[in-house]
């Protein structure tokens, strides 16, 4: 498809919303999440009609291992049953899948599941989707520190030579370019630990709908909102 309007280069959406979404339909939370795949499903296809590159989803944060022992489980079972399921499908779409955040504390199947999907969609290059999974942004950046401390202390890097591009690169979204756009659904206005050192001139966009009813003309919309921004980056542009 090519499109006239700017196209953000890197969507990056936290899914929020399905617990509310399965208590308005009488449903278990669990249920919630397994419709919240059916968007998933549909966002990934649409992004990758639309000409978005990067496409990061907040599928499991640091913060849910809280959440009760059976919900956790069914998030993790979704999780694998869907990176299974749906690899033919994204192989066939030319999605990559890559996963960030920490694998300590994932079960064996789930490391195995995690490594399998990424080595079968190594070689997509429509669209690079980001599961974020088990993540937590302060945690990344003090992971980065670390390292960037221990370059230091080998005597790889000088203190003086630390700039914004170090601590990028030694994040786990090293590879990607920072997102354009972030979308949180469900009417909640807040980043809950998610990419704070790439959201700097990220565009915010936070529509009321439940991540299990995002659809594909909601992310048209999104796009459609995201395309009549005016990015400034500080600066001052003739319309200011
Ligand atoms: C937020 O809604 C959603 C989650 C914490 C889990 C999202 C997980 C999936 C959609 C399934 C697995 C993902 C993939 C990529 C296969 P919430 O439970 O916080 O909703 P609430 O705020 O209404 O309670």
Request: a negative charge; proline letters at 3%.
């Amino acid at each position: 498809m090519s499109e006239q309007r700017a196209i953000p280069q890197h969507v990056a959406i936290i899914m929020d919303g399905n617990g509310r979404w399965a208590k308005q339909h009488g449903k278990e939370r669990y249920e919630g999440h397994i419709a919240g795949v059916e968007s998933v499903r549909r966002v990934v296809r649409a992004a990758a009609t639309h000409g978005v590159k990067y496409l990061t989803l907040y599928a499991f944060s640091t913060e849910n291992w809280g959440r009760p022992v059976a919900e956790v489980e069914a998030i993790m079972e979704l999780f694998c049953k869907s990176v299974v399921g749906e690899a033919p499908e994204l192989v066939k779409q030319g999605v990559k899948v890559k996963i960030i955040g920490e694998r300590s504390h994932f079960s064996a199947k789930v490391l195995e599941m995690i490594d399998q999907i990424e080595c079968t969609t190594k070689a997509g290059d429509k669209l690079t989707l980001v599961l974020a999974f088990n993540y937590s942004s302060r945690r990344e950046i003090v992971l980065a520190a670390q390292a960037i401390a221990e370059r230091v202390a080998s005597g790889a890097l000088r203190i003086e030579e630390i700039d914004e591009a170090t601590i990028s690169q030694h994040l786990m979204t090293a590879t990607m370019p920072d997102p354009d756009l972030i979308i949180r659904t469900s009417g909640e206005c807040r980043l809950s630990n998610f990419l704070l050192w790439q959201a700097s001139y990220a565009e915010f966009y936070f529509p009321e709908v439940l991540w299990p009813d995002f659809d594909e003309k909601e992310f048209d919309h999104a796009l459609e909102v995201y395309s009549q921004r005016e990015r400034r980056y500080g600066l001052v542009t003739e319309k200011n």
